[in-house]
Antibody
Framework: QVQLQESGPGLVKPSETLSLTCDVS?????????WGWIRQPPGKGLEWIGS???????YYNPSLKSRVTISVETSKNKFSLKLSSVTAADTAVYYC???????????WGQGILVTVSS | QTVVTQEPSFSVSPGGTITLTCGLS?????????PSWYQQTPGQAPRTLIY???IRSSGVPDRFSGSILGNKAALTITGAQADDESDYYC??????????FGGGTKLTVL
């Protein structure tokens, strides 16, 4: 059974960089699939942030592209998200998920709330 | 940027049938957008219902079905139950590795 688990600081100061990791168990990232990050501000909808292929190729939401870096560490079976120059608008629950090139986001991690505040 | 549209809210009576839609601010949803649908209850991660238009995810009851209706993707719930009261999101593939979620539909069963 594939499981994903997000981890990282729950509080980030404005203008700093948000860094999260998604640990994958039950499946080897190097075997394939895309690995994505999705966020959800409190009381709002879902927003795709970006995805990384197991080879390291990346795809980003154009509205966030200038601030986002997603990378994969196949040796540790995890992938990471960095979002720079954060503001209060980046406060959200951040989810990681696996997906095919044109398939469903599944499974999802449980999500981690990141608050941007001084 | 293209906006993916969903009804903000909908209500259905227990046992009733409802169809939620997922459209584009410009253009029509076709098979090449590979629509998928997710159900989310408060405080929980989304649950995959339907992917690639009409394929049910493992464990999803067959009263949930997906299709293309006219120029939109659609999620139909047949025989709505109280625990179907949730938020429903669609996501479309825009090509070049880009995905866009709809704003979500809040479904009330009453």
């Amino acid at each position: 059974q594939v499981q994903l688990q997000e981890s990282g600081p729950g509080l980030v100061k404005p203008s700093e960089t948000l860094s999260l990791t998604c640990d994958v168990s039950g499946y080897s990232i190097s075997s394939g699939y895309y690995w994505g990050w999705i966020r959800q501000p409190p009381g709002k909808g879902l927003e795709w942030i970006g995805s990384v292929y197991h080879s390291g190729s990346t795809y980003y939401n154009p509205s966030l592209k200038s601030r986002v870096t997603i990378s994969v560490e196949t040796s540790k079976n995890k992938f990471s998200l960095k979002l720079s120059s954060v503001t209060a608008a980046d406060t959200a629950v951040y989810y990681c998920a696996r997906h095919l090139a044109v398939g469903a986001f599944d499974p999802w991690g449980q999500g981690i709330l990141v608050t941007v505040s001084s | 940027q293209t906006v993916v549209t969903q009804e903000p809210s909908f209500s259905v009576s227990p046992g009733g049938t409802i169809t939620l839609t997922c459209g584009l601010s410009s253009g029509s949803v076709s098979t090449s957008y590979y629509p998928s649908w997710y159900q989310q209850t408060p405080g929980q991660a989304p649950r995959t219902l339907i992917y690639n238009i009409n394929i049910r995810s493992s464990g999803v009851p067959d009263r949930f079905s997906g299709s293309i209706l006219g120029n939109k993707a659609a999620l139909t719930i047949t025989g709505a139950q109280a625990d179907d009261e949730s938020d429903y999101y669609c996501v479309l593939y825009m090509g070049s590795g880009i995905w866009v979620f709809g704003g979500g539909t809040k479904l009330t069963v009453l």
